[in-house]
Structures are given as structure tokens and as C-alpha cells.
């Protein structure tokens, strides 16, 4: 994914003034800022969502894109989600999705009503229709938000897989904590992306 001169604004108030951004083959990538500083208007840019005001966002291949904002059906099984976005997708089996149901811990869940879940399991939810296809470059959002201590070292274990796999993955996210885990991580400040200060660490 190549990104060039991403400018948005909220009516009067620049949210980004000029973001550039590679994110290259096999790469965990972090995007890290405070709340509030337009890092996921710059997902949904990136996801296509959104279109910018100005500037080129270029990626090949499959993507998916794990919104912080939920997209589920409570009336509908977890099964049913993922049979669903099989089909949506176009896929002839769902064992990426077991894949990801196995290393999250949850299928046990798979007959559940999305409804009964908690915020936790919805997010494992949320993060397996996200990357049950396979993409080649995958876009989070804070993907780890509900998570215990556990399932977020295997959200990292599931990340680290696409990557070994020479997959790009976006990891957006206003915990500095997390850079350590990451292969090359950027800031969003005023606008712009640029290398974390020594504070961030």
C-alpha cells in the first residue's frame, strides 16, 4: 500500500494535512496517536470508506479491514456471520475463519447469538470476518479493545502469522505500549505522520 498527500477535513477543522505512508510486503506496521487525532478517518481512507479531499491511496490485491466501530447482527449466530461473509467474499471453505476461531479461542462460541456475547468475544468476532479471506493487506482498528491479557498475546500470535506469511498488516491504535511488537511504527500528530518522540517509549 502506498499512500501520497492524504488531506481530510471536518468542515473548518484539518483532521489530516498531508499524510505519506508505504506499507511494505511482510510488514507489521503500528499507527499510534491520541484519541481524537484522526487515526481512524485515516483507516477509513485507507479501507475506502472515506474518500480524501486530497491525495492517492494505492494498494493491491485482497484487503480487510477491521473497523473499531462493530458491524454485527445480534440476531444472528456467530456460524451465520461467517457463513454469511463466505459467502460474500466468495469463498469455497471457512478455514481461515476456523483458523482464527481456534487461535482467539472461541469457537465454542460458534452457535452462540452475537446478541449474548460479550464485547470481548463480538471483537474475536469482528477480527475473524476481517481476515477469514485471506488478504493481502490488512487494515485494524484498534483490533485488541476488550480483550484480557491472554487473547490479546494471541491477536499478536494471528498478526504474526500474516506477516510471516508476507502479508501487510496496519495496526492503528493510541496504546504506545504496543511498538515493541511492531516492525516499524509511525505517529499521528497535527495532521501528519511522523516518528514517535522518545516520550512514547
Known amino acids: 500500500m502506498k499512500v501520497e498527500g492524504v488531506r481530510y477535513a471536518y468542515g473548518d477543522r484539518a ?14 506496521m503500528g499507527v499510534v496517536g491520541e484519541n481524537g487525532s484522526g487515526k481512524s478517518t485515516l483507516l477509513k481512507i485507507l ?9 492517492v491511496v494505492r494498494h493491491g490485491g485482497r484487503f480487510g479491514y477491521c473497523p473499531q466501530q462493530m458491524i454485527l447482527n445480534e440476531s444472528l449466530t456467530v456460524r451465520q456471520h461467517i457463513d454469511f461473509f463466505a459467502v460474500a467474499y466468495g469463498l469455497s471453505g471457512t478455514g481461515r475463519a476456523e483458523e482464527a476461531m481456534e487461535v482467539l479461542r472461541f469457537a465454542e462460541y460458534s452457535g452462540e447469538l452475537v ?9 474475536k468476532l469482528n477480527l475473524t470476518l476481517a481476515v477469514m479471506h ?6 485494524l482498528d484498534e483490533p485488541y479493545q476488550g480483550f484480557d ?4 498475546l494471541r491477536f499478536w500470535e494471528l498478526a504474526g502469522r500474516f506477516r510471516d506469511a508476507g502479508r501487510s498488516v496496519l495496526v492503528v491504535s493510541h496504546l504506545a505500549h504496543d511498538i515493541d511488537r511492531l516492525d516499524d511504527v509511525w505517529q499521528l500528530r497535527d495532521g501528519v505522520l511522523g516518528r514517535p518522540g522518545e516520550g512514547l517509549r
Open 115 to 123: 446478541g449474548t456475547l460479550s464485547g470481548g468475544t463480538r471483537q
Open 149 to 152: 491479557w491472554e487473547t490479546y
Open 47 to 55: 479501507s475506502g470508506e472515506m474518500s480524501p479531499d486530497q491525495g
Open 134 to 139: 485471506d488478504p493481502q493487506v490488512l487494515l
Open 15 to 28: 483532521v489530516l494535512r498531508g499524510v505519506d505512508l508505504v506499507l511494505p510486503t511482510g510488514t507489521l
